[in-house]
């Protein structure tokens, strides 16, 4: 029996083939045709024509801040990754099972469920990311005491609490990776009148970004267009103001940490504080972001190993073991 486990992100969609790991980690980006509505790349050759299209194509992105916001496309980059992990046997149509924010609502939860069957699954499961990262973070989550984990995604932050192998607490923002980046583009534009692309907002951010201001600043040379002359230019500068850029967002992800705990029961917060709060996603690679954390909350933070792939590595845990997870998994045939 084929098993496809798809961690279905705003920015990047990864897929894990039980026995042979992370096969796939492609951007979450379709090019669509306009003249006859045909798409023609997807993953990483449609990110690479992000800011330099032609009118007759759009570069789409079919998840808007966690959710799906295009059905049709959705269902075509499905097709697509389905199709290239070597899902489409033939006769053996594949079992997949696909993360979903906590957040989602039973409408949303029937869209991702027929994207996938119209794409060519046998059955589609679906799982509560945060769930799926603590699991692929190797938290014992049907274990009787709370563990946190702050999944910081590309459109959304998902915090939960979990015991007993379910959710107990969560909480969400539509903030994330893309949210810090389109930050650093306004405040490149406010402070140094540059305009600059997406692209290299997450340049920035990677390279010289912090959770923290540092005593030691590193800094950067960036390109863009002057706002004032219209030509191109080049600017410094340093990891502080990358810091400033972004602190507005930072203080919303750690405020929901503050909201989960408040309605989290008092034996549970025990338990975290003993523990800590596990950070996976792609947000948890921004330097410094634990120590962000541990110094607004006073709860100890830590980084999940490989925390861009916690969710990814969740699905083929999971699938491997899906009666073990009965409880956690929505089952559609």
């Given at each position: 029996m084929k098993k496809i486990g798809i961690d279905l992100g705003t920015t990047n969609t990864v897929v894990f083939v039980p026995k042979k790991g992370i096969i796939i980690n492609e951007p979450s980006v379709v090019a669509i045709s306009i003249l006859d509505n045909k798409i023609i790349a997807v993953g990483n050759l449609a990110k690479e024509m992000i800011g330099r299209t032609p009118d007759s194509i759009i570069v789409s992105k079919p998840l808007i801040d966690g959710a799906i916001a295009d059905?049709?496309?959705?269902?075509?980059?499905?097709?697509?990754?389905?199709?290239?992990?070597?899902?489409?046997?033939?006769?053996?149509?594949?079992?997949?099972?696909?993360?979903?924010?906590?957040?989602?609502?039973?409408?949303?939860?029937?869209?991702?469920?027929?994207?996938?069957?119209?794409?060519?699954?046998?059955?589609?499961?679906?799982?509560?990311?945060?769930?799926?990262?603590?699991?692929?973070?190797?938290?014992?989550?049907?274990?009787?005491?709370?563990?946190?984990?702050?999944?910081?995604g590309g459109g959304t932050t998902e915090l939960a609490v979990i015991s007993?192998?379910?959710?107990?607490?969560?909480?969400?923002?539509?903030?994330?990776?893309?949210?810090?980046?389109?930050?650093?583009?306004?405040?490149?534009?406010?402070?140094?009148?540059?305009?600059?692309?997406?692209?290299?907002?997450?340049?920035?951010?990677?390279?010289?970004?912090?959770?923290?201001?540092?005593?030691?600043?590193?800094?950067?040379?960036?390109?863009?267009?002057?706002?004032?002359?219209?030509?191109?230019?080049?600017?410094?500068?340093?990891?502080?103001?990358?810091?400033?850029?972004?602190?507005?967002q930072l203080r919303e992800i750690v405020q929901i940490i503050k909201s989960v705990l408040e309605v989290t029961p008092p034996e549970l917060c025990s338990d975290i504080m003993d523990k800590g709060i596990y950070i996976s996603g792609g947000g948890a690679l921004l330097k410094n972001i634990e120590k962000l954390i541990t110094r607004v909350t006073g709860v100890p933070a830590t980084i999940a190993e490989n925390p861009l792939f916690c969710v990814a590595r969740g699905t083929g845990i999971v699938l491997e073991n899906l009666d073990i997870y009965k409880r956690n998994v929505i089952a559609k045939r």
């Open positions: 059905y049709r496309v959705t269902g075509a980059m499905l097709r697509y990754f389905i199709k290239k992990s070597g899902g489409i046997f033939g006769f053996i149509k594949p079992e997949i099972l696909i993360s979903v924010p906590a957040g989602i609502t039973s409408t949303e939860k029937r869209a991702v469920i027929e994207s996938a069957l119209n794409a060519g699954a046998k059955a589609v499961y679906l799982v509560k990311e945060p769930v799926l990262a603590a699991i692929g973070a190797k938290i014992p989550i049907n274990s009787p005491s709370g563990n946190m984990i702050l999944n910081i007993l192998g379910g959710i107990v607490s969560w909480s969400s923002v539509r903030i994330g990776g893309n949210k810090l980046d389109l930050a650093i583009v306004e405040y490149v534009k406010k402070k140094h009148g540059l305009a600059i692309g997406e692209r290299t907002a997450e340049l920035i951010k990677i390279n010289i970004g912090s959770a923290i201001k540092l005593p030691e600043e590193e800094k950067i040379n960036i390109r863009g267009r002057d706002l004032a002359s219209g030509f191109p230019k080049t600017v410094e500068i340093s990891s502080n103001e990358i810091n400033e850029a972004m602190s507005e």
